[in-house]
């Protein structure tokens, strides 16, 4: 299953609860605020790096460019632009947003 | 401004406004529409601190290219906020340090404060705006 999450960490649970959720295998991407999860020093950074294990993660581009982010991603992180957003959807059987 | 002004609307009170900030920019409309406000209130000579806390510290982040998501980069902004007389920013260290940002992450020139420091900062306040 592919995950998408857009919302900060550090003010919805969304995250916390895609990871906590998500099986084994399955591909995280971060989309709009989300993003910052993804980045050098975040209060998730921790949480991402330890889900980057066991779950494939990605952030789209074009939202970390947009937040001044595009510098800071976590290792681990795999950067998508739109295609490769497209890509992910249609690489998975089924996705999931956490609204 | 004359006296007969003030009796008459009693436009010489100058209140201390807080606008405080706590979004992340473009996830939401917050951080645009909080600026816009602020642009207004400098029309009207009020004692203005403007606050960024928790997430609404991203909205001064350095680097901000918005071309990829087609949307108005307002970043720039905060830096013409000194030519409306609006030169009262403020961060909180807890907020950066969470976010393991430091000042020098930030597009304008702002005080960081401490907790304490920032809860008598908005103690003081006669109206307090949250966006």
Redesign the interface.
Known sequence: MLHIVNKSATERSSLDSCLRLATKGSAVLLIEDAVYAATKGSAAAAKIQAAAAGLKIYALGPDLAARGMAGRVLDGVNVVDYGGFVDLVAEHRNCQSWL | MSDMDMEDDGSGIVKKFMFLNR??????VYALEGLEVVLITAAFDQDVSLVFT??GV?QL?????????E?K?F?KTYRALDGYDIEKLYVDQSSLD????TED?LIVDVTVLSDDEMKNLMDEQDVVISF
């Open positions: 979004k992340a920019p473009h996830g939401t928790d997430d991203y982040m350095k680097g901000i290219d918005t071309k990829g998501i949307v980069d970043s969470a976010r393991g940002l992450d």
